[in-house]
């Protein structure tokens, strides 16, 4: 809807009082107000951003619901489960890919039992040398220590009632990436600031 009223303001100069959708099977017609200029910033900006990715041929895959789609062959999430040869070819220091991606999957999921079991230990242990007073238990071979450990910080208030009046605040401040995401998924902060925030998120780093 924001295209077309975009579409209608431009191309045919036509000032956008109200946008209607016709469900056409219940033959519904549902309304509402055009849209802010924020919305249509942005939609524009999504345009400009599509045609520039089309112009460059670039046409990431991006999984949904409904795929794999007609072409998996294309895709490269699909590919190698489609292609014949792919499977056939594909050897890696003597290990079929396949096997590969078997042998990878069940090694995450053993680690996972073994990182539970190991909390599950910890835990016996830590209960006991608290319940007994202990700072050490043995077993055969292996003797285990028990010890508090202090992380040590600094409190917020302190630090900068001391370095504000110098200027120095702000060398210690830097971005934190998880309170920026609960910035923007807070429905309390103003929607056209959340927006803008949104479409300031970047790729800042990238591993395999
Ligand atoms: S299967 Fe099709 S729709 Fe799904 S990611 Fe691949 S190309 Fe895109």
Known sequence: MTLYQLAAEQIWNLPVERLTLYHLRSNTPCSCGPR???RLVEASHLVSEVGKNIAE????????QYC???????????????VPELKETDVLRGVKVGEAAERYASLQ????????????????IIDLCQAERLSRVYGIENAITYKMVERLGFGEDGVRALLEP???????????????????D???????????????RQVVASYP
């Open 109 to 124: 999921s053993q680690i996972k039992e073994l990182e539970s079991q190991l909390e599950e230990v910890k835990q016996i």
């Open 68 to 82: 794999p789609c007609d072409f998996p062959e294309y895709c490269p999430y699909y590919r190698h489960q489609v």
């Open 166 to 184: 110098d200027g120095l605040w702000q060398r210690v401040l830097s971005l934190d990436q998880a309170r920026m995401k609960q910035l923007v």
């Open 57 to 64: 041929k670039r046409f990431p895959a991006v999984e949904n």
């Open 36 to 38: 802010d200029e924020t």
């Open 186 to 200: 807070d429905e309390a902060v103003a929607g056209d600031i959340r927006h803008k925030l949104e479409a300031l």
